[in-house]
Structure formats: structure tokens, C-alpha cells
């Protein structure tokens, strides 16, 4: 989703890049496109971070993280699938599910 976002994020670039120097100038044309590479720079480094920092479930915690914007723990004694439903016995024995 945030690829799709980055791709759109790209063209628009492209695209104002050229209506602004036809429009007003190259000055308002490099300004605009530095701010536009800061927010592509954003979006491909908040891309990244969803890899590097995956949720986590562990026999004790349960860590949900979208990249670098939120993260949540919360404690097993609280999730539902542990003391309702039972946890797999791979994940019990305190092996983390996160795939590289």
C-alpha cells in the first residue's frame, strides 16, 4: 500500500515539476520539488522500516509496530488466542514469528 503510495508520490512529482516551470519559473519549480523529494524520501524510508521492525509475538509479549510510526505491547496474559483458543507450540516455547 505505501509502495503504491511512493509510485503516485513519484509522478505527481514529475508531473507539477513540469506544470510549475511552464507556470511560474524554475525558482517555485525547485522549491516545490525539494519539498516533494523530502516526503519520497520519507515514504521510501517509512517503506523500509515495516521490514526492519516487524511484529513480534513472543511467549510473553505480543509487539505490533507499524515501521517506525506506532508500535503496541501488549502483554500474552491479555491476548485472547493464548488463553482462549491456545497458542501454537511453536510460538509457546518463546520463539519469536518474525520472517526475514
Keep these: 500500500m505505501i509502495g503504491v503510495l511512493l509510485g ?23 522549491l516545490v520539488g525539494v519539498v516533494d523529494v523530502a516526503a519520497v524520501l520519507d515514504l521510501t524510508l517509512l517503506l523500509r522500516s515495516f521490514k526492519r521492525l516487524p511484529v513480534v509475538l513472543t511467549a510473553d509479549v505480543l509487539m505490533m509496530r507499524t515501521g517506525f510510526l506506532k508500535s503496541l505491547t501488549v502483554p500474552s496474559r ?13 510460538l509457546s516455547s518463546g520463539a519469536s514469528s518474525t520472517s526475514h
Design 8 to 30: 503516485i508520490a513519484v509522478v505527481e512529482m514529475l508531473v507539477v515539476h513540469l506544470v510549475l516551470v511552464a507556470a511560474f519559473g524554475w525558482t517555485v519549480a525547485i
Design 78 to 90: 491479555r491476548s485472547p488466542g493464548k488463553a482462549g483458543l491456545g497458542m501454537p507450540p511453536h
